[in-house]
């Protein structure tokens, strides 16, 4: 059964102190995975996607990375704006397009 | 913000009413999506649409129906509202299917008392 898992499902930092969020997946064939942002009381907002294993992304203060297995969300530096829940989710390439999303993860920067 | 709307955005409705959701977009794209969000869970797919009268089941549609007679506009229906379908609700627009990026709308809140 295909399954994305994100972890922690909370992290608390505080402002400066870089961290990393994980998001691990099982899927037959990895067609795309994809992270979002989203705040309290609005939709996710589309960060990145990555397709094949090696790859890297940046943003502003985050980067995220993708193994076969698993894909990093890297944040440096944070600052208090970058507190939202992170949402990753994966595509299969036998999916019928359908996307897969983990639970998210809540990060909290403290200033 | 793409240009995706949702309406209403909040809906208090009793046990056994039907409830319908609407989503509207303004940038011509061919796929639509409707997700419910539930604490603890990830987005789930309930259905989507891949053109005007061309929609398909997602991973979570007993209970819900849509209809798309227009590019611009998709619609969620609840037949017969449960309190398990308390929840809050998201549209997603792409252009393509799949790889091509997904845009939310801002979400709808629905509480079945």
């Known amino acids: 059964e295909d399954q994305v898992t994100q972890s922690p499902e909370a992290l608390r930092l505080q402002e400066g102190e870089s961290s990393s969020l994980n998001c691990s997946y099982t899927v037959s064939g990895l067609r795309g995975l994809f992270w979002y942002r989203q705040d309290p009381g609005k939709g996710p907002e589309f960060l990145f996607t990555l397709y094949s294993a090696g790859e890297e992304k940046e943003k502003e203060r985050l980067k995220a990375t993708l193994t076969k297995k698993e894909s990093f969300l890297h944040i440096t530096a944070p600052k208090p704006e970058d507190s939202a829940t992170y949402l990753c989710?994966?595509?299969?390439?036998?999916?019928?397009?359908?996307?897969?999303w983990g639970a998210g993860t809540k990060l909290i920067i403290k200033p | 913000d793409a240009g995706i709307t949702q309406s209403p955005r909040h809906k208090v409705t009793e046990t056994g009413t039907p409830v319908t959701l609407r989503c509207h977009q303004t940038?011509?794209?061919?796929?639509m999506y409707w997700y419910r969000q539930d604490p603890g869970h990830g987005l789930r797919l309930i259905h989507y649409?891949?053109?005007?009268?061309?929609?398909d089941k997602g991973e979570v549609s007993d209970g819900y129906s849509v209809s798309r007679s227009k590019t611009e506009d998709f619609l969620l229906t609840l037949e017969s509202a449960t309190s398990s379908q308390t929840s809050v609700y998201f549209c997603a627009i792409s252009d393509m299917a799949g790889e091509d990026t997904q845009y939310f709308g801002p979400g709808t809140r629905l509480t079945v008392l």
């Open positions: 989710a994966v595509q299969a390439v036998d999916s019928n397009y359908q996307l897969i």
């Open positions: 940038e011509n794209h061919r796929y």
């Open positions: 649409s891949y053109g005007v009268k061309d929609t």
